[in-house]
């Protein structure tokens, strides 16, 4: 089975931190995604990576940044932490995009205070 | 990009067959329709995927007429495990998370 995996669950920081959710897959997927999920807003995609060194801007990339050093390991970084991007936030990995099937990780639950 | 629409919410009775139907009027020739679930507090996870006429797995059906402007999951004799938020997606090489269908289950 594929796993995905992020580093935290639950994470509590303050105004102005900097932050570094990371996202992990065990699979040698190509693809990478993060999306926030917030009430009555579905999921929005941040960003997503097809390769090493590669990344594409989203929908919503304001406020953030990726990192993909290694295939397995997709990182988002909130360069310095805002009340309004307290959310969840979920990553996911696919082979293909758009057909090929994305798994998503269990999500990181962000509070910004 | 295909937009999708699809009923905010939905309820239903355990047992009953459920069907949650999904517009994308401007489709593309190349998307394919996928459909996913997701439990509060978890991903989602995928249920279903289909081009055209009609899928069958394991856990559902996918229901695509032959214009493909819409396309209807159908969950057979749902349980309350089964009350969750379902996604609609349309794509080829993008794909759009919508807001999706809050089923809720009823004993």
């Known amino acids: 089975d594929v796993k995905v995996t992020q580093s935290s669950r639950y994470l509590v920081k303050r105004t102005g931190e900097k932050v570094f959710l990371e996202c992990v897959q065990d699979m040698d997927h190509e693809n990478m995604f993060w999306y926030r999920q917030d009430p009555g807003l579905g999921l929005r995609l941040i960003y997503f990576s097809y390769d090493v060194k590669m990344k594409e801007k989203g929908d919503i990339p304001e406020g953030y940044s990726v990192s993909r050093e290694k295939k397995e390991r997709f990182s988002l970084i909130l360069e310095s932490a805002s009340t309004n991007q307290t959310s969840m936030y979920l990553c996911?990995?696919?082979?293909?995009?758009?057909?090929?099937?994305?798994?998503f990780g269990p999500g990181t639950r962000l509070l910004v205070l | 990009l295909a937009k999708t629409t699809q009923p905010i919410s939905m309820d239903s009775y355990e047992g009953q067959e459920v069907n949650i139907t999904c517009s994308h009027n401007?489709?593309?020739?190349?998307?394919?329709i996928t459909w996913y679930q997701q439990f509060p507090s978890q991903g989602p996870r995928f249920i279903i995927q289909g081009y055209k006429t009609k899928v069958t797995n394991e856990v559902a059906s996918l229901f695509i007429p032959a214009d493909r402007k819409s396309s209807t999951l159908s969950l057979p004799r749902v349980s309350l495990s089964d009350t969750a938020v379902y996604y609609c997606l349309v794509g080829g090489d993008k794909i759009i998370f919508g807001k999706g269908t809050r089923l809720h289950i009823l004993p």
């Open positions: 401007n489709i593309a020739t190349n998307d394919y």
């Open positions: 996911a990995s696919n082979r293909l995009a758009g057909v090929e099937t994305q798994y």
